[in-house]
């Protein structure tokens, strides 16, 4: 399936299908509950989000929310997503949490979180793809305080099936780099995917007291 980038209908289509028709949440949201639980803890390893606001794109079945509420981490989540359907089933799942059925641009102005996070949205093959995802990773970046964070399926491994889009590490790392100086790219906790995660602030001046007792 292709779609362009500023298109947005078919893709959300696509979803809302997935979510009527697969038999289980697993298939809808196309990926086996170790990938995300290791995509999630990849995140949840080097960000403390308790107390924090977080921006859950691309929301899913809201399995990222189960992640949290599975640590026992109290964060403030705020879970979107373009298929109404998807939404809908996150809602059923998780009564309690906050999810809503939109694109991160139809945010209003002025909102603003502390991460914000895509957990394996851009893994369908679209027209434009790498035009979408940079205008996405460039919105996280704007609606964050803290970072925004994304993984993606790698290109260093094969056997994709052939609608899904896997990504050169080096080719997002060099667009991150171009939304700001400080990032950080992990390729060490799948085979098949990797992250990238956009700082506002380098560590030293994120970590209060870090070189506190240097002269």
């Known amino acids: 399936m292709t779609v362009p ?15 009527r028709s697969a038999a289980s949440d697993c298939e809808r949201i196309e990926s086996g509950r170790r990938g995300q639980r290791l995509r999630f803890e990849a995140f949840l390893q080097h960000h403390l989000v ?16 189960e992640r949290l509420q599975q640590r026992v981490i109290d964060a403030d989540y705020h879970g979107i997503d373009l298929s109404t359907d998807m939404v809908a089933r996150a809602r059923q799942r998780f009564p309690g949490a906050r999810f809503e059925v939109a694109d991160i641009s139809q945010l209003a102005a002025g909102t603003a979180f502390d991460y914000t996070t895509a957990f394996a949205i851009h893994n369908i093959k679209v027209d434009n793809g790498l035009a979408m995802l940079e205008r996405v990773m460039r919105q996280q ?15 260093r491994y094969q056997g994709f ?14 667009l991150a780099l171009s939304i700001s100086p400080y990032v950080a790219l992990r ?29």
């Open 161 to 174: 099936s052939p609608h899904l889009q896997a990504w050169r590490a080096e080719e997002i790392l060099t």
């Open 50 to 65: 308790a107390g924090r606001s977080v921006l859950d794109v691309g929301c899913g079945v809201g399995d990222f929310y």
């Open 187 to 215: 390729h060490d906790y799948l085979p098949n995917d990797f992250s990238v995660a956009i700082y506002r602030q380098p560590l030293i001046d994120s970590v209060p007291g870090l070189t506190a007792d240097l002269a």
């Open 5 to 19: 980038a500023d298109d947005l209908d078919p893709l959300r289509a696509y979803w809302d299908e997935r979510a």
């Open 141 to 155: 970046f704007a609606l964050s305080r803290v970072m925004a964070y994304v993984s993606l399926l790698t290109d």
